[in-house]
């Protein structure tokens, strides 16, 4: 009785709240608390193996969940490239010929877990300057023809306007014209005409007609991903070489491609810019908006180049007299530039003259060119056009080039108005002196540097100004 007693009395004494549970010992508890803890990381380390456009290759140990902009980050950091924001990781099919440029936001080691052990794919490091130009020129992407609106738009939409709708969820506008397609698990191409909307893709079973009950649902874009071919006619047999198609995430060969082919590249480029506004939406914008926006206000991305070149605010300059002045007379400023050049030329020869003879600043002259990123030794007109594509469809993208069919000559490949033009550069030889002229001897320079240079400030005989140049990165 004494001892039930006891009990009660000690059951009557009011309950005292821990204020530490968390460190009192039990037999089924730790000492500290799990959440008091430094969780272990989950992040586990993976290899990554990136490839440039001379074909060296790095390889990188990153977390399993590093994106494509995180991934060109670190490879422009430990290269001390200059971040211009136009930096790429690009996916290789190497088997089936596609090839894309992978969103700045999707996982790296998602898009490799989809590959086939026994295919040779491979990620490429390179620059698009394509690859959010229709932020700022949607006119050049989405062509009035193309492009229809919904019945409730009566207003004109201008082509900023178009961009807020697709990416908007309530409205959108409609993408159509004629296309070839593949058919399934045959050989032969079938011209139809398709439309794309928020649903999907689908095709007309009566020549243009949009009535629901002629649409056929072609594909849908959330479970696979768009490729362009990088190999045109050879392995799909395409009328054209404006191919892109659609491969699911799982896809276990080409039997489950939906091929698709456009006959020009102003269609191809319309076409994969409106699938991947649908398919991605704000993710797009905020990507592009995100170099900009830097977490702690000052960023690396921030820094200026060290060469840049703005189409906008530079002017030719006569400092000869005690004033200054913007020489505004075209014809003089060409002549002025050619003067500056003899004269930067003719102070070459004389440095140069205290350690080697003029003979040697003349072979100098010759092959000075052949150090610098834009110009490509000996590589033939189709692959120029492929190094350009690479590079993005957009206006001002130039390489310089050995001419296959006249050696003593080059060529300057140049993208104007999503196609590639090509202007033969021919020496000219006047008085015992070498001169390089692109319209005839008109406008002559003393070597293809000074030329390039000139053209990057006036247009000139060009149907622009050169503005992005396309170099073989090594890594």
């Known amino acids: ?200 893709l689908y095709f007309s079973t009566k020549g243009t007609s949009k009535e629901p009950r002629h649409l056929q649902f072609f594909c849908e874009f959330s479970n696979s991903d768009m490729y362009m071919s990088l190999t045109g006619k050879k392995i799909s047999g395409a009328p054209t070489n404006y191919g892109f198609c659609f491969k699911p995430n799982k896809s276990g060969g080409t039997r489950d491609l939906k091929q698709l082919c456009a006959d020009d590249e102003q269609s191809r480029t319309c076409w994969m810019t409106a699938i991947r506004l649908l398919k991605y939406g704000m993710q797009l914008y905020q990507n592009y908006m995100q170099p900009y926006q830097g977490r702690s206000g000052f960023s690396p991305l921030n820094i200026t180049p060290m060469r840049s070149i703005s189409e906008n605010s530079l002017v030719a300059m006569d400092f000869s007299g005690h004033r200054s002045r913007i020489i505004e007379n075209p014809t003089e400023a060409l002549s002025v530039a050619v003067e500056e050049g003899l004269a930067w030329r003719r102070r070459g020869c004389l440095r140069l003259n205290s350690h080697g003879s003029p003979i040697a600043m003349s072979n100098m002259g010759m092959s000075i060119h052949r150090s610098q990123s834009w110009f490509h030794h000996k590589i033939s007109r189709e692959e120029a056009q492929r190094l350009i594509l690479q590079h993005g469809l957009v206006d001002g993208v130039f390489l310089v080039r050995d001419s296959q069919s006249n050696p003593k000559t080059f060529v300057l490949s140049l993208s104007h108005g999503l196609k590639i033009k090509h202007f033969q550069i021919v020496p000219l030889e006047d008085d015992g002196k070498l001169f390089y002229t692109l319209d005839d001897g008109h406008t002559r320079f003393t070597d293809l540097i000074q030329l390039v240079e000139f053209y990057q400030l006036n247009k000139g005989v060009l149907p622009c100004k050169l503005k992005h140049y396309c170099s073989r990165i090594a890594l």
């Not at 803890?37 to 993976?46: D, E, F, G, H, I």
């Not at 999707?106 to 052990?117: I, K, T």
């Open 1 to 200: 009785n004494r001892r039930k007693k006891k009990e009660d009395n000690i059951l009557e004494i009011p309950s005292i709240p821990n204020p530490f549970p968390e460190l009192c010992s039990s037999p089924f508890a730790s000492v500290l608390s799990a959440s008091l803890l430094p969780k272990a990381t989950s992040r586990k380390k993976q290899v990554l193996k990136v490839y440039s456009e001379d074909d060296t290759s790095r390889a990188l140990e990153v977390p399993s969940d590093i994106t494509a902009r995180d991934v060109c980050q670190l490879l422009i950091l430990k290269n001390h490239y200059i971040d211009d924001h136009s930096w790429t990781l690009f996916e290789q099919l190497t088997h089936t010929g596609l090839g894309r440029a992978i969103e700045d936001h999707e996982l790296v080691m998602e898009v490799q877990s989809n590959w086939v052990m026994e295919e040779e794919n491979k990620l490429y490091f390179r620059k698009n300057y394509a690859k959010y130009e229709f932020f700022k020129n949607p006119l050049s992407f989405f062509p009035d023809h193309m492009i229809s609106f919904p019945s409730e738009t009566n207003a004109a939409v201008s082509h900023s306007g178009i961009l807020q709708m697709f990416l908007s969820s309530s409205t959108y506008p409609e993408i159509h014209g004629y296309l070839h397609a593949k058919e399934q698990g045959k050989k032969s191409w079938k011209k139809l005409y398709f439309l794309l909307r928020r649903s999907g």
